[in-house]
């Protein structure tokens, strides 16, 4: 029997026409290359065009090269919620801010405005925004994915938007949870694996209150978790981690 030929993906307008991402790329790939060889699966799931929402795992800091890698190499721009603060950083804040990144305060406001109506702002124009569901590195000494934010749902559910859950394994080689040191060499393989669209329909009737958004959300961090699962070969846990029960802090160091 003929193997079946791997699925071509066609690029959208957003990494075919000329822009910083360009600039970005060339700098920022061939030493990220250096640390990691990136394996996609499920990469024919990703939104080719139009306005989505991706929702990935966190637990190294180094996993939005990561996603923002795989997005590229997917086809599309990658745009991300990115902490205020480092719009503020000389050169890093303009590259931010012409590349069209979102800031958002850690109180929750994006300069001023709700952060549902920046992320709107992309997504009217067809592109699409990572949320970080989890809002920090997530608390589980096992890596698992932690109890979710409703950021991302929010989102999705205001706007009538897909959320696409994604979910890698391995960054955590290349830079340990809250580690300062980088692992350069040799290149360290991460598995990235692409879901489909979470279906939140069940919601979209539903007035977009507490227990709408953590029950939504709760059905985007299972998507995650169980695409991570795939990756791992591990069963995980019955329940995500909740770092109230733990006498966590949801952000910041522990």
Do not use: C
Not at 55 to 73: C, L, Q, T
Not at 84 to 108: I, T
Not at 152 to 173: E, F, N, Q, S
């Amino acid at each position: 029997m003929t193997a079946p030929k791997p699925v071509r993906l066609r690029a959208s307008a957003e990494k075919t026409r000329p822009s910083i991402y360009w600039l970005l790329a060339t700098i920022a790939l061939p030493p990220a290359s250096l640390m990691m060889r990136l394996k996609i699966t499920d990469g024919e799931k990703f939104p080719r065009n139009g306005p989505f929402v991706l929702a990935p795992n966190h637990f190294s800091e180094i996993d939005p090269i990561v996603i923002g890698m795989a997005v590229w190499k997917l086809g599309r721009a990658p745009r991300f919620m990115a902490k205020a603060g480092l719009f503020n950083v000389p050169v890093v804040g303009y590259l931010l801010r012409k590349s069209g990144q979102v800031p958002v305060e850690r109180a929750g406001a994006v300069r001023g405005k709700d952060p549902v109506a920046a992320g709107g702002q992309l997504v009217e124009k067809g592109q699409g925004v990572v949320v970080y569901p989890e809002g920090s590195l997530t608390r589980d000494p096992d890596l698992w994915p932690m109890r979710g934010k409703t950021g991302a749902v929010r989102i999705a559910l205001t706007h009538g938007i897909p959320i696409t859950p994604i979910a890698h394994w391995g960054t955590d080689k290349v830079m340990a949870r809250y580690s300062r040191k980088i692992s350069f060499f040799p290149p360290k393989r991460i598995d990235v694996k692409v879901g489909d669209p979470v279906d939140l329909s069940a919601f979209a009737d539903r007035p977009l209150d507490n227990t709408t958004l953590n029950e939504a959300t709760a059905v985007v961090m299972a998507a995650i978790t169980e695409l991570l699962a795939d990756l791992r070969g591990e069963t995980p846990p019955a329940e995500p981690w909740d770092p109230s029960k733990h006498n966590q802090k949801d952000t910041g160091r522990f």
